[in-house]
């Protein structure tokens, strides 16, 4: 039996047990969860271990291995909104450049902190994700206006926050 026609035969269930799981853990969507589903039955298809057994047998198996999936994802999770503004605090990052707990900073300061952020910046994508973070757009929202995934404004994010750190440890 082939992996894509088994794919085909099984998908419309593994989308309603993806649904059906995803109610109860908001932090992932259903295609998440699909494709969860679909890496597991690709190393299952693999090593021969579905080969013999009933459509019944491998959805189950699918169904215990996202159970499984979840469980282990959720206790070690960091979670990030997608619809608040970027800070991963719930602060935004221009709250961030303003506010440091050690100190208050006079405007002068933050304009230099500000500085360094944009210079930790690397490319023209930087930029860009940086000045709409700071209109403390969601970060869903700074990749639809951009046209790339939430998953790489993530990246482009955590890229300029760790340059950044990096910059300011040098000093």
Same mark, same amino acid.
């Given at each position: 039996?082939?992996f894509e026609?088994?794919?085909?035969?099984?998908?419309p269930?593994?989308?309603?047990?993806?649904?059906?799981?995803?109610?109860?853990?908001?932090?992932?969507?259903?295609?998440?969860?699909?494709?969860?589903a679909? %890496?597991? =039955?690709w190393?299952?298809?693999?090593?021969?271990c #579905?080969? !013999?057994?009933?459509? @019944?047998?491998?959805?189950?198996?699918c169904?215990?291995?996202?159970?499984?999936h979840?469980?282990k994802?959720r206790?070690?999770?960091?979670?990030v909104?997608?619809?608040?503004?970027?800070?991963?605090d719930?602060?935004?990052?221009?709250?961030?450049?303003?506010?440091?707990?050690?100190?208050s900073? %006079?405007? =002068?300061?933050?304009?230099?902190?500000?500085?360094? #952020?944009t !210079?930790?910046?690397? @490319?023209?994508?930087?930029?860009?994700?940086?000045?709409?973070?700071?209109?403390?757009?969601?970060?869903r929202?700074?990749?639809?206006?951009?046209?790339?995934?939430?998953?790489?404004?993530?990246?482009?994010?955590?890229?300029?926050?760790?340059?950044?750190?990096?910059?300011?440890?040098?000093r």
């Open positions: 039996m082939k026609f088994m794919v085909k035969r099984l998908s269930v593994l989308k309603r047990i993806t649904k059906r799981l995803n109610g109860h853990h908001a932090y992932f969507d259903e295609e998440d969860l699909y494709q969860e679909l %890496t597991h =039955l190393g299952a298809y693999h090593q021969g #579905i080969d !013999d057994k009933t459509d @019944s047998y491998i959805l189950q198996g169904y215990y291995h996202l159970k499984n979840l469980r994802v206790e070690n999770a960091v979670f909104s997608l619809s608040e503004p970027a800070g991963e719930g602060i935004s990052w221009g709250e961030m450049i303003a506010s440091d707990e050690s100190s900073f %006079t405007r =002068l300061e933050d304009k230099l902190k500000f500085q360094a #952020i !210079d930790a910046c690397t @490319s023209d994508r930087d930029r860009q994700v940086l000045k709409l973070l700071m209109e403390d757009l969601s970060v929202e700074v990749g639809t206006r951009l046209g790339i995934s939430h998953v790489m404004v993530l990246k482009i994010r955590n890229r300029i926050r760790d340059s950044y750190f990096r910059r300011v440890g040098e």
